[in-house]
């Protein structure tokens, strides 16, 4: 359904067919739609010449292994390292739907475009689920990469890794014969025409702006996150032209991917609460007008090319609606629950809403729409200032999102709070039962194609944050180091008032939310 609006022809969007609802519509955009992004203007900015990026990554690896063969498995292997997935199932397309992923992974939208008459160059960038669809887990809390989840947080998804090594590979193969050399190699359907157009068009432009670059060591001016975690705020202030803190190396914004489930609840959206509807009430087609903005800094589309698919993200909304998150594959202690229930209702509900037990399958009934200051690193809400704020009042989509910052940070809805460790808004804490308890904060922690821990409520870790002995993640961890701006732990002390016996309890209920 994304089609030519606004940029080439989209290519990764399930079929639906000529009957299909509108939250399948929705559903299959979320899994594919280009939004904009396959563009020109995109091409300058997020999205990537796929033929060549791939060329690239592939001949870099083969400069680490020589034993690595010139294909799409190694392409694979080396995208799967920075989280991407290729699953054999993917939860929660509608019937028959079915993306195609033997080159590119889950959420990694294409298409053609024709920068000049006759020319023709494939381009990538990330759509939605490239972050909103994370893996499944085993009853054991495994990670089932093979099988993912449409709406679940892709926890190790490393935008960071991954586009630093796009730019370390093209930037040490675009004055390289074999780089062209290996496209014709992967890619061996390749015409003529796109042939042409990457040695006469794409090469020329990639050459320049690495150029322009001179000896950076880094392709953009600010960190771009963690695995699970994205700087989304540095990235539209970068599209805006608006200054970046400390020229870039200070804007460290970091937001963990949350769950999608009852995000259709809030009226503002963001950690920080800084978009909010119009009305100030939970419309979905407001909160999708705000939705479609967010492929400015995630796919590099402008405001007014934006605005073009605010249909798509209507239908996605529909598609939320009823979503909900893979149910918690492990055990539940339901007496505790119940318990934990009631510890619920009365320390966490006035802020992240309130569930009826409803025979151990709880059901939001009542949500408050709260922000304000938990005690919470202090920088990602600083991220969001006032002139950020005067350049989204004064695009294209102005009257479409009522800005409001400043305001500290917005409770979620809880739902799919399982599977979306490490928390808080910055992704610093590893575990539930060292959220409930600061005393088992960990300075430092591994994060990344990790295992879930039924007992903590979080990654399965050491006692030194490292990942468990003989334990291989399906992805390439990162540390997350507390001490660093933007990662600071402290805050949200709630629950360090209970006994162990207490949070325990609540954990159990948290589960099945």
């Not at 809030?266 to 492929?295: K, M, Q, V």
């Not at 992240?352 to 709260?370: I, Q």
Request: net charge positive.
């Amino acid at each position: 359904m994304a089609g030519r609006r606004a940029g080439g022809q989209v290519s990764a969007v399930p079929p639906t067919g000529a009957n299909a609802s509108l939250a399948d519509k929705g559903v299959a955009a979320f899994a594919g739609g280009g939004f904009g992004g396959i563009s020109q203007s995109a091409l300058e900015t997020n999205a990537v010449p796929f033929k060549l990026v791939a060329a690239a990554l592939v001949l870099d690896e083969q400069a680490r292994d020589p034993a690595a063969p010139a294909d799409m498995a190694t392409l694979q292997r080396v995208l799967r390292r920075f989280g991407f997935l290729y699953p054999d199932r993917v939860d929660g397309l509608g019937d028959g739907m079915r993306p195609s992923l033997s080159e590119k992974p889950l959420g990694m939208t294409h298409g053609y475009i024709a920068p000049v008459g006759g020319a023709r160059v494939e381009v990538a960038n990330l759509g939605c689920a490239a972050c909103h669809a994370g893996v499944a887990y085993a009853p054991d809390g495994s990670p089932q990469s093979g099988r993912a989840v449409l709406g679940m947080p892709n926890t190790s998804l490393d935008l960071e890794s991954y586009t630093q090594a796009i730019f370390v590979a093209l930037r040490r193969y675009a004055g390289d014969p074999a780089l062209l050399a290996m496209a014709d190699t992967l890619f061996p359907e390749m015409g003529w025409q796109e042939r042409a157009s990457l040695r006469w068009i794409v090469l020329p432009l990639a050459r320049s702006r690495l150029d322009a670059l001179g000896a950076a060591a880094r392709a953009l001016p600010f960190p771009n996150g963690l695995p699970g975690a994205t700087n989304g705020v540095a990235a539209l202030k970068l599209q805006t032209g608006t200054p970046l803190l400390g020229g870039g190396a200070g804007d460290r914004g970091f937001v963990s991917i949350p769950d999608l489930s009852l995000r259709h609840r809030r009226s503002r959206l963001l950690a920080d609460g800084a978009y909010a509807a119009p009305s100030g009430r939970a419309d979905p087609r407001e909160l999708a007008a705000i939705t479609s903005f967010f492929t400015v800094p995630s796919m590099g589309v402008k405001p007014e090319a934006a605005r073009r698919h605010i249909p798509e993200a209507e239908a996605i909304f529909v598609w939320l609606a009823d979503y909900r998150p893979q149910a918690f594959p492990g055990p539940v202690d339901k007496t505790a629950a119940a318990r934990g229930a009631t510890l619920y209702g009365k320390a966490c509900a006035s802020c992240h809403g309130s569930f009826e037990w409803n025979g151990g399958a709880p059901r939001l009934v009542s949500y408050p729409d709260w922000i304000g200051d938990v005690g919470t690193d202090r920088l990602r809400a600083r991220a969001m200032d006032a002139s950020l704020a005067g350049a989204i009042r004064q695009s294209a989509y102005g009257g479409a999102i009522s800005v409001k910052p400043g305001e500290g940070y917005a409770a979620p809805p809880l739902a799919g709070l399982w599977a979306s460790a490490p928390y808080l808004h910055n992704g610093s804490v590893p575990s539930l039962a060292a959220l409930l308890d600061p005393r088992l904060r960990p300075a430092r922690f591994m994060v990344g194609g990790h295992a879930l821990d039924w007992q903590s409520m979080g990654l399965r870790l050491t006692g030194e944050g490292r990942f468990p002995a003989g334990y291989r993640p399906f992805a390439v961890p990162q540390w997350v180091d507390t001490s660093q701006p933007g990662l600071g732990n402290g805050g949200h002390t709630y629950g360090s008032e209970l006994t162990a016996q207490e949070r325990a309890a609540l954990i159990e209920f948290l589960k099945l939310l």
